[in-house]
């Protein structure tokens, strides 16, 4: 019987999150707690900690979405670019361990840093609300996620390209065509690279802004942008390899 339960540092321990998102989630009713009295101990049954078990893209979709903006998990924020940078040398040398990925490690890697540092480079002093992303890597699943809560691809780009009409048009300028100038807007150029290694190796990547959703895989003839089911202000992205 004891065992069914969890008190809310191992529920923490095993969802993967703070003690501090469990709270907020109790009180938000996106996942209830067990008390018998208020101000009591909370308490979790291990059944539904299992159901509820959130991937990696799932908190961070979590995080890009709540509307109130809180930072995320420690073990996934970077506050600034110096600490991606740091993080993503970790990434590197894990990747690089792995036998079968002794070729690809390094543009995953690159992939990895360009999707980052555009997050960091779009919203230089302008970020709305939480500063820094999401990154975040499961090297069983060969998944790597990062997202940021910034001004997305769109409002971004309009600045530079006032006839943009949708997030739609701003995705696929941000893939395909080359923006010159030295303004933040400019930088966003590495997404280009991001799509030609992507379509020359065997790595798959979703990258959602606003309301647009693009698939990209090897050989891909054509950009794939759908509408995506939830739309949000920054960037989010999924890397599998």
């Known amino acids: 019987m004891k065992d069914e339960y969890k008190n809310i540092r191992k529920a923490a321990e095993i969802l993967g999150v703070s ?29 539904d900690l299992e159901l509820f ?22 073990k996934f924020y970077c506050q600034n670019s110096s600490i991606f940078q740091g993080r993503l040398d970790h990434l590197t040398g894990d990747l690089k361990r792995i036998p079968e990925l002794s070729i690809l490690y390094s543009l995953i890697s690159l992939i990895t840093g360009e999707i980052g540092n555009n997050s960091f480079d779009h919203n230089l002093g302008n970020w709305p609300d ?15 996620v990062l997202a940021d ?49 992507i379509e020359k190796n065997p790595i798959n990547l979703e990258f959602q802004s606003g309301d647009a959703l693009l ?27």
């Not at 078990?53 to 420690?74: I, N, R």
């Not at 080359?178 to 991001?194: Q, T």
């Open 19 to 47: 003690i501090n998102t469990l709270r907020r989630w109790d009180e938000t009713g996106k996942l209830k707690s067990i008390r018998e009295k208020a101000g009591k101990h909370r308490f979790y049954r291990r059944k």
């Open 53 to 74: 078990k959130m991937s990696l893209f799932d908190l961070a979709m979590d995080w890009a979405l709540d509307k109130k903006g809180y930072g995320p998990e420690d």
């Open 130 to 144: 939480i500063p820094g992303i999401f990154f975040g890597y499961d090297i069983n699943k060969k998944e790597i």
């Open 149 to 197: 809560r910034g001004q997305g691809i769109f409002y971004t780009l309009k600045r530079v390209k006032p006839d943009l009409k949708n997030h739609k048009e701003a995705l696929s300028v941000a893939f395909t065509d080359f923006i010159s100038g030295r303004a933040p807007e400019a930088r966003g150029n590495g997404l280009k690279l991001v799509r030609k290694v």
């Open 215 to 241: 698939k990209l895989q090897r050989d891909g003839k054509k950009l794939n942008i759908k509408k995506g089911q939830k739309s949000i202000r920054g960037c989010i992205a999924l890397i599998k390899f």
